[in-house]
């Protein structure tokens, strides 16, 4: 029996072509400038056309504004406002957008050419499936190493994909919020991303959309994701983040119904941040 061409190999072979918008990628900014461009770029050379580029500036008092517009891509959609937070500004790009799939690409992380397909094809086959995420290839450089994107191939045959059940999501969060994309739908129902958490804001909704749908994870590189040294939320102190994170899986317990030996997990951040205290220089 011959075998059905995948939608990523599909995609591949006839190049670009004017569709109805299937996923809008949403990226925020803050203070770019050094970043917008090659990340923007990264997503207008997706080998899948059917998208658009929703770029939501929250208040950057450098010239990422400008340099979006220089752009001039007509997928570019760009939504200046004042300084709301990361949540805020995701939630307000998200309504803009207009695609049924909703991808995230942070200002500093790079998609691969590949990653568009390849995310539309694994919601495609699976229609109980509200959340996607793939592997990251991790760089502490930016731009990342020219090799490590022009050597990147799409993954031929099926996707190797695993689901990833509610203990797992509960014990840690196993994705880099560059790789996800989820359903608009799922979206709208869990009435978006938690604007009064001042972190951890993707793995919280993660928790919740899991509510709805299965979780899976492709097993497969489609994003360089930089390790920014001074980020947002290493420059935040463990006791926050601990705060945090305690109130995220609280409702997360409500939510999944989480048997109630699973708080062992709830030690873990604890046992984390107590050990870096102690190996501290």
Not at 192 to 198: A, F, S, T, V, W
Not at 205 to 226: C, D, K, N, Q, S
Request: net charge positive.
């Amino acid at each position: 029996m011959q075998r059905r061409s995948t939608r990523l190999e599909q995609v591949a072979a006839s190049g670009p072509a004017d569709r109805t918008i299937g996923v809008s990628v949403v990226m925020t900014t803050f203070d770019a400038e050094r970043y917008v461009v090659p990340s923007s770029r990264s997503v207008l050379d997706q080998v899948h056309q059917s998208f658009e580029l929703v770029i939501q500036d929250d208040g950057s008092r450098d010239s990422t504004v400008e340099l979006v517009r220089s752009l001039e891509d007509p997928r570019v959609r760009l939504i200046a406002s004042e300084r709301t937070g990361r949540a805020a500004a995701l939630n307000s790009a998200i309504r803009a957008s207009r695609g049924g799939i909703v991808a995230i690409n942070d200002a500093d992380d790079i998609s691969l050419p590949f990653r568009l397909a390849v995310i539309e094809e694994c919601l495609e086959r699976n229609p109980d499936v509200v959340l996607v995420g793939t592997v990251a290839l991790n760089t502490r450089t930016f731009p990342p190493a020219s090799s490590l994107v022009t050597s990147a191939r799409p993954p031929s045959g099926e996707l190797p994909a695993k689901e990833v059940d509610h203990l797992q999501l509960y014990r840690r969060n196993p994705f880099v919020h560059s790789t996800v994309a989820f359903r608009r739908s799922a979206w709208d129902r869990i009435g978006g991303y938690d604007e009064q958490l001042p972190m951890c804001v993707d793995y919280d909704l993660f928790l919740r959309l899991a509510g709805l749908g299965r979780v899976l994870m492709v097993e497969y590189p489609t994003v360089v994701h930089y390790e920014h040294p001074d980020s947002y939320f290493k420059r935040r102190g463990a006791s926050e983040y601990l705060r945090v994170l305690r109130r995220i899986r609280t409702r997360a317990r409500r939510g999944l119904r989480i048997p109630a030996w699973a708080r062992l997990f709830d030690v873990i951040p604890y046992l984390q941040a107590t050990r870096a205290v102690l190996v501290r220089p």
